[in-house]
């Protein structure tokens, strides 16, 4: 059994590890709440904003697929994919979870469109420091990379990251991209997620939709499709952001307050087995005593 001095000093160095790791999930806990209000107050404009490219690709019909540059399909040689991670760590197996859901994603459009001819290769870029550590450690293909995006991102930090996908694509350095990142349920709950980027596949109607009204669009409908593409690209990117955002210090809080609570645990632990080796050296000592007197 350790001695007294030794279980002494552990206590004291677990207490230290669990006032950190309270500290820092009162911190997470504090940006948590912001970062969700920030994925709440932006999904709306979202969801109008995926609402009107349905509309417009539905009254544009699928002749605008072969004249918009971002709705080009062709043969696949090339997969993108860019990957939103957290820059920092201590968020439990969320930074994990994404790189996994990012290598499956590639591997699994691999071999769907290796069926349709020759294996394509696949390009990644790189949102926060994790993504970046796990293509460099894989010795992946990392055509770009964007770090320290801090908590509050901007629509113009999106832009870069979508502006260097769509500039690929239309180059013909990538056939399809796809955007990996960790989708905001609650507090308890990120779910890693794959959407393809481009070419842009326009949403699907929503059940409930109106189907009667009827747009007058000016100057015509394809020419605003066409230009609203871009931002549509540029909002996806920024609501994944918003949401790996929101997944990150929801992850980080939860993770700190396992590691607290796990910490309190084992002080309790310690402190038990130090009375019991403290009253064990009592013990002893009482004994010495009773059988010194005895034997004098």
């Given at each position: 059994m350790p001695s007294t001095?030794?279980?002494?000093?552990?206590?004291?160095?677990?207490?230290n590890t669990a006032q950190i790791t309270k500290a820092m999930q009162m911190v997470a806990s504090s940006k948590m709440r912001r970062a969700q209000e920030r994925v709440q107050h932006s999904r709306p404009y979202a969801d109008q904003l995926r609402e009107l490219v349905s509309r417009l690709a539905r009254v544009t019909g699928e002749d605008a697929g072969?004249?918009?540059?971002?709705?080009?399909?062709?043969?696949?040689?090339?997969?993108?994919?860019?990957?939103?991670?957290?820059?920092?760590?201590?968020?439990?197996?969320?930074?994990?979870?994404?790189?996994r859901k990012a290598a499956a994603t590639a591997i699994e459009e691999q071999r769907r469109f290796a069926e349709q001819g020759e294996r394509p290769a696949v390009d990644y870029v790189t949102v926060g420091r994790k993504g970046r550590d796990f293509v460099?450690?894989?010795q992946l293909h990392l055509i770009a990379e964007f770090t320290k995006y801090g908590d509050r991102p901007s629509l113009q930090d999106a832009s870069a990251i979508a502006q260097v996908a769509v500039e690929a694509f239309l180059k013909g350095e990538v056939d399809v991209v796809y955007l990996v990142y960790a989708k905001f349920i609650n507090t308890v709950s990120q779910l890693p997620t794959a959407v393809q980027l481009l070419p842009v596949q326009p949403p699907t109607e929503q059940e409930g939709e109106s189907k009667t009204v009827e747009y007058i669009y000016e100057p015509d409908a394809a020419s605003i499709y066409e230009a609203l593409l871009p931002r549509y690209v540029n909002?996806?990117?920024?609501?994944a952001l918003l949401e790996t955002i929101a997944?990150?210090?929801?992850?980080?809080m939860v993770a700190m307050k396992n590691a607290t609570d796990n910490a309190n645990d084992l002080i309790q632990d310690l402190t038990l087995t130090y009375n019991k080796a403290r009253q064990a050296s009592i013990t002893t000592e009482i004994l010495e005593v009773v059988s010194g007197a005895e034997a004098l």
């Open positions: 001095r030794e279980i002494r000093r552990r206590i004291r160095s677990v207490k072969g004249e918009i540059a971002l709705l080009k399909e062709r043969p696949v040689r090339r997969i993108g994919i860019v990957a939103i991670t957290p820059d920092g760590g201590l968020a439990g197996a969320l930074p994990s979870n994404i790189n460099l450690r894989n909002v996806q990117v920024y609501q997944s990150f210090y929801s992850a980080q």
